[in-house]
């Protein structure tokens, strides 16, 4: 059933869209995305209704099944809105875009595509939290707007230097990449960010990706008469990382780039396949990697 | 006192026999006695009427009694005693003369002095009697034995005292003679190969009475010794050791010293130690960290405490073979967790362990980790035993039984029973019973007992606070610090971790090492146990997220106690795992000129024992000379081969045995000999008084001291052995019959005054 899904949305979208080429597309992915269509969209709208307007200790109390082997855990930080008195970016701070349904609807295609034990719902948790020292992975967007307080600044140094693994997503731009250089110089200082190598380990994890595209947000792209980046001044999707002195990658940032979108937005048929793909499978390898190694 | 009422010594009573010579039929001054006893009692039961029962009683048997002593008397008792005709009988007296005979413990005299006093050029009574009646031979014995001309021949520097063979040899030696007995001055220390109850026997078949002389004395007034060592005889470089001593002590119960060890000369621990009160030896547990390559001579010693006699017993050595070689470990994952990065991470600097991770990241999709080489695991988890049975630990995460082949499932169980790898099995919900493992050959190979039945879907989830059993604390991989009580106290910290399985008991045989306490579960829940499973050993580490350990909050970010744990954990898992040959001396530490056995298993790449090999021990000396020792199939055991070597020269010496089969060598291993003074004659030294009463009482000699030894000369002459007469002895004239006549004709007649009686 889901292999004519596929086909069907392949056939709507494509005059619409214009195919990468080389771009190795796995029928498992669109099996996945179609997965999500079919019964975890509503689940996931419905979520996200409730928890629009939760205040942060609902939102912190309802893990209610312990002992899972891997939980996507969102970092709930700071913005520069609510630092100045504000309630945060968009009313809820900036690091909830996309939250939670590219959260959970990630989740449903990390669970359909691996072996991973995930726990099926969203996760965030607050980067001064103690508690975040349970979920050896964290994922943070939109950084650009990243103003965190000290307390948040010495709970994410010392859970990357115990273990922990973040991913960076979603932020373009020369002054978003600023802000969010000089929010991880306060935690990191002592380690610089350089360029991933594309022979390097994450982008063979489990996918073998020989290629770094551009995931856009919705609604951006050729389909949509706009271009895929969002910041004209530097328009070219970045992977760089921070690794400690043994050679471990702690941060992963992906710069002019959106994976959230993509996880968020799969099923939308007019959102362009191939980067829904790559997103999801560098998702899963960015995941496996930090399990690993 | 014995001798004044008895009129003999103890001795004619215990080597005479009983007659009775008496001219009258026994029975009829039995009867007699009977019959005046008889009337005796009647008068007082009868004619007394007046009399209440209890003098009655009380008169009777007093005049019953001393009737019955002068029936005894009028029969003329006596003992038949063999004795030993003068100057037809020999005596042998044998003498030790090893260093022990040196100790001073004796009236601050050492124990040779007391051989000087009784055969020197003085001359002594103890020699003049002796020689009176026998015609004496002098032996000499420590690890050897020899006829002895002069005493100034002893110089009391044997290194070994061998009892069992100089009672052999002096006995073979006066076989063709009359031999009266052997009389042995030694302190019984007795610490040679030879079976002791095996000399016994031949020497009560020829009834040959053994009398022992103890010198020295039962217990020491202060002294220390470190009797036993128990150690690893190889371990892998930079791996944490656990050594068990046992010391025992006099005189200095409940005093605090420091126990240090030495390697090769340079401090490695100083451990204070509590002596143990009684006179029961304790076992201490020393933990230290091995961290030079090689054949290395570890010395663990005991300051000497003032007063102490004996300053040589407070060491002991044992040679321990550090290995700087890789131990391969497979590290089996159905699923992907966190387990996987975090252990690696943990061993990564280990130089000495490595992990090759496999990883089943999806159905049919395998992720490899650590391999050294493009074939390594390409097919995933080995198919075949070659292939599987390199590695030397095998670590099985969250993956359920039924993913392995029937085939699969019985290599992993041989894989520790068999080839003796180490079997770790760690905590998941695809683990253990939850994974669908009872009843499959490697539930055989579990320490645990998997009780959840199989059809029981309920999820079993439990947060523990993980504490270690009163053995754990001991053990080597859990040592959290340097010292034990602080190890102890770490683990008191260490934050709480979950578990997703439910393991209640160990099987018979197997030791539990952590336990923890469950919400729903009334007795602890084990956590981490081990046991032997064939060649090999089995760990099973129940919780799901030892992770923890190294990310919670509470860690600080420099502690090692994760690091430690796993390095330890997968140290000990493949500790000891056997190479297809491996090497065993029968000892780490020999005596120069004292054979020594050279033991070697071989086996195939396979490790199915090959009993058709040629094997061969190359042993090289310190000087640099190489000999080749074959050693040939015991027949006893497959693929065991044994020869015998004997080293001339003190130091270490370096066997390597090569192995070959149908021409192709399958096999090479290695051990160490130190050769040099043991100092045997130190440990134990205290005269031993139980094993000489007892060589004493199995042949019918006596045990003596110095204080008892002037009666030796003529109890050694009552003996049916060599050449004696039988003598006869009267006891009617007995002091003690006549005392005790007396005595009761005195009391009955006492007694009938106080009552009024005529």
Known sequence: M?????????????????????????????????????????????????????????????????????????????DWDRSQGGRGRFGRGSWATDWPKADIQFLIGLKHLTNIDAYEEDNPVQLDDPEIRRYPFIYALEVGYMNLTDSEVRGLREYLLAGGFLVIDDFWGPNEWFNFEQQILRVLPEYPIVDIPMDHAVLSAFYQIGEILQVPARMRGPAFGRPTWEDPRDTVPRLRGIFDEHGRMIVIINYNTDLGDAWEWAEDPWYPLDRANFAYQLGVNMILYAMTH | MFEFFFKYRPVVFRQGDLVFQSPIPVWLLVLGGVIIAGVGVWGYARGRRNLERRPRIILGALRVSAIALLVFALTRPMLVIATIVPQQNFLGV??????????ADRDDRPRGAYINDYFGEDGSALLSALSDRFKLRFFRFSETMGRLGDVSELTFQGTRTDVASALDRARLELAA???AGLVVFTDGADNGDASLSEALLQLQADGVPVHTVGLGVDRFDKDIEISRVEAPRRVL???????????????????????????EGRIVKTQPVELPGGSEPTTVRVHFTVSEEGSRLFRFGIAPAEGEIVRENNVLETLIQVEDVQRDVLYFEGEPRWEVGFLRRAVADDENVRVAALVRAAENKFSRYGVTSPDELAAGFPDTREELFQYDGLILGSVEASFFTADQLRMISEFVEVRGGGLLTLGGRLSFAEGGYAG?????????????????????????????????????????????EESQERWGELPALSTLNLIRDVKPGATTLLTARADGVSDPVVVLASQRYGRGKSISFVVQDAWFWQMHADIPLDDLTHETLWRQLLRWLVDGVPNPVSV??????????????????????????????????????????????????????DGEYRGSYTPAEKGRHEIDVTARYDGAVVGTGEAHVEAGDLGAEFYGAEMQSDVLKSIAAETG??????????????????????????????????????????????????????????
């Not at chain 2, 009993?611 to 090289?620: D, P, S």
């Open chain 2, 94 to 103: 044998l003498v030790d003369d090893s260093r022990s005979m040196g100790i």
């Open chain 2, 237 to 263: 470089q930079g791996s944490a050791v656990a050594v068990d001593l046992t010391i025992k002590q006099s005189g200095l119960g409940g005093r605090s010293v420091d126990l240090v060890v030495e390697d």
């Open chain 2, 177 to 179: 003679v009359p031999l």
């Open chain 1, 2 to 78: 889901s292999h004519l899904l596929v086909l069907a949305m392949e056939t709507a979208r494509r005059p619409l869209h214009r195919r990468i080429p080389g771009e190795n597309l796995k029928p498992i992915v669109l099996a996945c995305l179609c997965a999500a269509v079919a019964t975890g969209v509503a689940k996931v709208v419905s979520a996200d209704k409730v928890r629009a307007g939760a205040s942060e200790q609902q939102v912190l109390a309802h893990v209610n099944d312990p002992g899972r082997t891997f939980y996507f855990t969102r970092a709930m930080y700071t």
């Open chain 2, 701 to 758: 000699g006596q045990f003596y001291t110095p204080e008892t030894i002037s009666t030796l000369p003529e109890d050694v002459s009552f003996t049916e052995s060599g050449t004696s007469v039988f003598e006869e002895r009267d006891l009617w004239d007995m002091p003690i019959i006549f005392v005790l006549l007396v005595a009761f004709m005195g009391a009955e007649w006492i007694y009938r005054r106080q009552r009024g009686l005529p």
């Open chain 2, 440 to 484: 499959t050959p490697v539930a055989d190979a579990l320490p645990v007992v998997l009780d959840r039945r199989s059809g029981d879907s309920s999820r079993f989830f439990a947060e523990i606070e993980v504490r270690p059993t009163p053995f754990g604390l001991t053990h080597a991989a859990m040592q959290l610090a340097p010292s034990q």
């Open chain 2, 584 to 637: 065993v001396a029968g000892a780490d530490r020999v005596s120069p000129d004292a054979p020594m056995t050279v033991t070697a298993e071989v086996t195939d790449s396979g490790f199915i024992q090959l009993n058709g090999a040629e094997v061969v021990a190359t042993v090289t000396t310190p000087s640099g000379i190489s000999q080749d020792v074959p050693l040939e199939w015991t027949v006893e055991k």
